[in-house]
């Protein structure tokens, strides 16, 4: 049975501890390989060798730093078939999925910060009584990253490649639940020359491990993907010792769907929007706000589309959905479909566990499911399911969706389909989220702000926003 190892001070070695964890591969619900079930000790080893290579790494050359980046994510490239099957193993999504979402991702995470760095200039403010003052910014020191299950190596290089490119040395924490593409870049760092001690990566449980690394003293600043519940217990640890913090959190975002908009494309990138990634992504439509003159036109079609998704085993390249990440994550998707039947919403579609045969007969599949009759404030509609579970609600009026679509605890993602510029931009002004898709989903330029407003986190990635989280600002003022 493979056992994979942490990567502390350029080493790839055993926790402290001798302890393993099992790593379960939701295709077919059997253990494939063990982690390392590391504890405080071993975060304690991976911040003082971060400690000590930040002292060189921090004034290496910005162009030597982009150099090896840039190394990184070539690598990435070279490596991708093995990096994209890895990560559909360990996550149960599709392989192609994998292979043209995540892993290309993940090198154009390294890639992007790699030249970003390149271009990150400060400012200077000029004062008329003969002086002028210039901004510097400058690394942190140790920074903390601890990524989720649901995107693991294209949100855990969202993290770090900022990091590392402001001169920032890492300890960093990828989920229990999907470690092995963390390893494999482990790895993949070596092989690239990144000096040891610069990234440390430590697997294990959250509350050991996760929790070690927000309590440790040295680690100046923590980024956090993950649950809503999970980022106020880090922000709890975190704010007495005045670390900075940056939080994407849960999401339960409004798909808003006007009458006027372009029904083919509505209707084509809803079905995307819905299930993607069994729908694991924080940024996923969960909510369908339907103009009531067309929804039953639009939910029949939906319908229709939906139930022409083929659920399969994650190598099947007929699989358009593949496996939720876990089994206590397919039990808590189904109780939800459960709790809204329970609230009086009729499944439409879908509803059930699926059971494949021969090796993935024990696999985590679940049906693509729409429910409509719902009330907008019910807990179907207020909580994050994070499945392949959708809510349809029509409307009359911009007032009234707008009512709904707020009306929840989150404010991460929305999406807005009119052909009605001048509404659009009225609704992208009103609705509650850190981002609005006018026309398209989940269409990305890493140099946007990235992050939510309420229950949907703290801090914004991406671009220069990311850059300046990993750097302290410091303001020099020169009299003449
Ligand atoms: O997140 P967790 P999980 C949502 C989604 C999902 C829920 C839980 O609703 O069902 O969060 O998912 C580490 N101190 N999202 O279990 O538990 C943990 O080991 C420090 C939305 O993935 O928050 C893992 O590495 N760290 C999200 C990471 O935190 C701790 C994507 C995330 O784990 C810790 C995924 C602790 N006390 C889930 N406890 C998004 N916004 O994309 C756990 N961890």
């Not at 994070?386 to 929305?414: H, I, K, Q, R």
Request: glycine share 8%; net charge negative; aromatic share 8%.
């Amino acid at each position: 049975m493979q056992q994979i190892l942490n990567y502390i001070n350029g080493e790839l070695r055993a926790p402290v501890n001798n302890q393993w964890l099992d790593n379960v591969e939701p295709a077919t619900g059997k253990v494939y390989s063990q982690i390392p079930s590391s504890d405080a000790d071993d975060v304690a080893l991976a911040t003082e060798a971060a400690e000590k290579a930040f002292q060189t790494w921090s004034i290496t050359p910005v162009a030597e730093r982009s150099r090896i980046m840039d190394k990184i994510a070539s690598l990435i490239e070279e490596k991708l078939p093995e990096l994209a099957a890895a990560e559909s193993k360990d996550n149960g999504k599709p392989l192609k999925l994998a292979s043209h979402v995540d892993i290309p991702r993940a090198r154009d995470n390294f890639h992007f910060f790699a030249t970003g760095i390149l271009h990150f200039a400060s400012e200077s403010h000029a004062m008329e009584d003969n002086a002028i003052n210039y901004t510097l910014r400058t690394p942190i020191g140790v920074v903390g990253c601890i990524s989720p299950w649901n995107l693991p190596l294209y949100l855990f290089t969202w993290k770090i490649a900022p990091a590392l490119a402001a001169g920032n040395c890492v300890v960093a924490k990828p989920s229990e639940v999907t470690p092995m593409t963390a390893y494999l870049l482990s790895e993949i760092c070596i092989e690239a020359g990144l000096p040891k001690g610069v990234l440390n990566i430590v697997h294990g449980l959250g509350q050991h491990v996760g929790n070690a690394i927000t309590e440790h003293p040295k680690i100046k600043a923590i980024s956090f993907t993950g649950g809503t519940q999970t980022g106020a217990t880090i922000a709890a640890k975190a704010a007495p010792k005045f670390k900075k913090l940056s939080l994407e959190l849960g999401g339960k975002n409004p798909n808003i769907i006007f009458a006027d908009c372009d029904f083919e494309k509505a209707l084509k990138t809803s079905v995307m929007s819905s299930f993607a990634n069994q729908g694991q992504i924080c940024l996923c439509g969960s909510r369908i706000f339907i103009e009531r003159s067309i929804y039953n036109k639009f939910r029949d079609a939906f319908v229709e589309k939906v139930n022409a998704l083929n659920v399969s085993y994650p190598t099947d390249p007929k699989a358009n959905l593949g496996a939720v990440v876990s089994k206590p994550h397919m039990e808590k998707v189904l109780s939800y479909i459960q709790l809204a039947q329970e609230e009086g919403g009729t499944v439409l579609t879908g509803g059930n566990q699926v059971h494949l045969s021969d090796d993935y007969a024990n696999g985590y599949y679940i049906e693509p499911t729409v429910i409509e009759g719902l009330d907008y404030l019910c807990r179907t509609n207020q909580e994050e399911i994070f499945g392949p579970v959708v809510t349809l609600t029509p409307f009359d009026s911009e007032e009234e969706v707008l009512t709904m679509a707020n009306s929840t605890e989150y404010g991460l993602a929305s999406t807005v389909w009119t052909e009605n510029l001048t509404k659009a931009h009225r609704m992208a002004q009103q609705i509650e989220a850190g981002i609005v898709w006018i026309n398209c989903w989940l269409l990305r330029d890493l140099r946007t702000p990235f992050g939510g407003v309420k229950n949907s986190g703290v801090g914004r990635e991406g671009g220069f926003e990311a850059l300046k989280f990993f750097t302290e600002t410091k303001n020099v003022c020169v009299k003449l």
